[in-house]
C-alpha cells in the first residue's frame, strides 16, 4: 500500500502563489523514481480535473499540463525525499478546487497520465481558495 500525504494549500489572493507537496510512503513503496505522479484538482460541483503529471524518472520525468494552468504551474518531483511539488503562480478565482496528488503503479501509455482513471493511489486533498 502506498499513503500519499498533500500539504501546502490555503487561502492566496489573485495573482499570488502556492507550493503544493505530496509526501509519498507506505509498507510496498519503493522509490517515487518507480511512479508516475500527478496533480488533479475538484471545483465544488464539478468533476475532478487533471492538472499535471510527471512521468517516471527512466522515461525522463516528463511533465505535462492542463491548459488552463499550462505557464503557471510546474510540477517537479525529489525522488530522495519521496515528494512532488506543484508550484503555482499567478492565482486565478478559478484555481479554487480541493487539489489531489496520485500515483501510477503501472506503465502503460503516457497519454493515459491525463485520466484519473489510470492512477492507483490517491491522496486526501487540500483545500485551495484564491479570492478575487
Known amino acids: 500500500q502506498v499513503q500519499l500525504v498533500e500539504s501546502g494549500g490555503g487561502l492566496v489572493q489573485a495573482g499570488g502563489s502556492l507550493r503544493l507537496s505530496c509526501a509519498a510512503s507506505g509498507r510496498t513503496f519503493s522509490t517515487l523514481s518507480s511512479y508516475a505522479m500527478g496533480w488533479f484538482r475538484q471545483a465544488p460541483g464539478e468533476e475532478r480535473e487533471f492538472v499535471a503529471t510527471i512521468t517516471r524518472s527512466w522515461r525522463g520525468s516528463r511533465t505535462y499540463y492542463a491548459d488552463s494552468v499550462k505557464g503557471r504551474f510546474t510540477i517537479s518531483r525529489d525522488n530522495a525525499k519521496n515528494t512532488v511539488d506543484l508550484q503555482m503562480n499567478s492565482l486565478k478565482p478559478e484555481d479554487t478546487a480541493v487539489y489531489y496528488c496520485?500515483?501510477?503503479?503501472?506503465?502503460?501509455?503516457?497519454?493515459?497520465?491525463?485520466?484519473?482513471?489510470?492512477?492507483?493511489?490517491w491522496g486526501q486533498g487540500t483545500q485551495v481558495t484564491v479570492s478575487s
Open positions: 496520485a500515483a501510477d503503479l503501472i506503465t502503460g501509455d503516457i497519454s493515459d497520465l491525463m485520466r484519473e482513471g489510470k492512477y492507483d493511489y
